[in-house]
Structure formats: C-alpha cells, structure tokens
C-alpha cells in the first residue's frame, strides 16, 4: 500500500517572512491529525530555513525545488544537497519541465543530480511529461518512456523509497487545464509498467507516482482515486493555505 504524497511546489514565490506564514498556516491546520499520507512544501532557496523553523515534519515536510549536482567547491550560484540537508530539506524536485525548459537541463544532468541528492541521504522527486504538441501527436507514450529511460537505469542507488516520480504534463502545468482522471491513470500505469521493465516489479510496484498540473482541491479526490495514482505536485494550490490544505483533504477523501 503505497502512502500518498501531497508536495507544494511554490516555485519562485514566497520569501522567508510570506513563506513562513504560509507553512506555519498549513502545519497549523494539519497539526494533530492522522494523516494517512505525507505532505511536503519546496519553497525557494532562501526561504527553506524560515519554514524549517515551522514544518517540522509534524505533519508538515521540507523539500527544495532544485540542486546542484555537485555539494560543495567553486560553482558559483549553486547549492549542494548536503546543504539543503543541513538546512531541513528532506526531498529535492529534479527536472521539472520549467528546467528543462528554461534552463536547458537534459538527462545527464538530472542522472548527476538524483544520484547526489540520494548519496547526501535526500528524497528525489523526478518530473517528467509531456508536451502539447507531442500529446497531439499522439507521442505522448514514447515521450514519457524515453524520459523515464534516459535516467532511471543510470540511477545508482534509486530505490521506491528514496525517490518519487511526478508525472506533469506540461500542457496542463499553469493552464488551468488539468488533465481527466483517465488521462492521468492512463499515463501513470504506463509510467509504472516502463518502471517494472527498467527497475523491477517490486520497485514499480512500491515507487510513488505523483501527478502535477493545475491540481486543485476541488479535483484532487478524483485524480488521487486513482489507483496508479499516490498524490500530487502542486504548483499554484500550494500557495494559499484554504487551497492546499482541501487538496490534502481531497487526498485523504480519495482513500475513502
Ligand atoms: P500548477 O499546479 O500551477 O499547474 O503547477 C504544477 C507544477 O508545475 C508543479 O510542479
């Protein structure tokens, strides 16, 4: 029975003082219950150790939104994982669309960066999806395979534990078109069969699929009732405390 994982992606929102009061909101209004899940928040750099001082892991855990794939020297600009670790990051996001995207990241770099991030003893979350114009061209399948292919088989201590994928594609990130509960099951069983053949059955069987894209309270239930489904990455909801909190709920409602 795999835990879901709810996790916030603020992006480049949230300084130290907004974010803080927005992860002391969320802990605030989870704080005491039984959850049958995990939740994460990944604020900016420079806003982890202000929301460590908050999410505390009770309920509420701390993760970063990217790393360096080297943890320490002269690389100016970069932040090493054992300092995200020090910091009170638990899990790190790998390879979102917006980075590879922006800033051109490709598949070499990401097999660099998880297999830091897991050596420094943190969680990976690895994004990956698809296009629109790949999805209208019906490759999404293939576009998704060879993600999954170009990293996971270099990984050197993945295992379902330390390492989450979040399916998000793309043309649903930010759009405010989220993909149909069909859509998402369709893609994260796919997802999980191309896992068992690289990794194994037990690994795919127990590795968390996570799906991203204008995810919000009022579809979370349906989208985390699925049954390849363990949670989501929440960009936007995760920004106001009402919202991410009703997705939470929505994940609970999803277990029945
Ligand atoms: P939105 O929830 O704003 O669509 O963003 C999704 C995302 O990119 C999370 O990483």
């Known amino acids: 029975m795999r835990r879901y994982l709810v996790a916030g992606n603020w992006k480049m929102n949230l300084g130290p003082a907004a974010g803080r009061e927005l992860?002391?909101?969320?802990?605030?209004?989870?704080?005491?219950?039984?959850?049958?899940?995990?939740?994460?928040?990944?604020?900016?750099?420079?806003?982890?150790?202000?929301?460590?001082?908050?999410?505390?892991?009770?309920?509420?855990?701390?993760?970063?939104?990217?790393?360096?794939?080297?943890?320490?020297?002269?690389?100016?600009?970069?932040?090493?994982?054992?300092?995200?670790?020090?910091?009170?990051?638990?899990?790190?996001?790998?390879?979102?669309?917006?980075?590879?995207?922006?800033?051109?990241?490709?598949?070499?770099?990401?097999?660099?960066?998880?297999?830091?991030?897991?050596?420094?003893?943190?969680?990976?979350?690895?994004?990956?999806?698809?296009?629109?114009?790949?999805?209208?061209?019906?490759?999404?399948?293939?576009?998704?395979?060879?993600?999954?292919?170009?990293?996971?088989?270099?990984?050197?201590?993945?295992?379902?534990?330390?390492?989450?994928?979040?399916?998000?594609?793309?043309?649903?990130?930010?759009t405010g078109e989220t993909a149909t509960p069909e859509q998402a099951q369709e893609m994260h069983a796919w997802s999980r069969e191309v896992v068992a053949r690289l990794l194994g059955d037990g690994p795919a069987g127990n590795m968390r699929i996570l799906y991203g894209g204008s995810c919000k309270a009022s579809n979370a239930r349906e989208l985390f009732g699925q049954k390849d489904v363990d949670g989501g990455l929440i960009g936007g909801a995760s920004l106001k405390v009402d919202d991410f909190v009703g997705i939470v709920e929505g994940a609970e409602a999803a277990l029945g």
């Open 23 to 174: 992860a002391a909101g969320v802990s605030d209004r989870l704080r005491g219950r039984v959850l049958r899940g995990d939740v994460l928040v990944c604020p900016p750099y420079v806003t982890i150790p202000a929301v460590a001082a908050v999410a505390d892991g009770n309920p509420v855990l701390l993760g970063a939104q990217n790393c360096g794939d080297q943890d320490s020297g002269a690389f100016t600009g970069e932040v090493g994982p054992s300092m995200l670790k020090e910091a009170g990051a638990q899990y790190v996001i790998i390879a979102h669309s917006e980075r590879r995207q922006y800033q051109r990241e490709d598949d070499e770099l990401f097999v660099r960066k998880i297999n830091l991030v897991h050596a420094c003893g943190l969680k990976a979350i690895f994004c990956y999806g698809e296009l629109l114009g790949e999805r209208k061209a019906g490759r999404e399948r293939d576009v998704v395979r060879a993600q999954l292919e170009g990293v996971l088989p270099k990984l050197q201590y993945a295992d379902p534990y330390n390492t989450v994928l979040a399916y998000e594609p793309v043309w649903a990130i930010g």
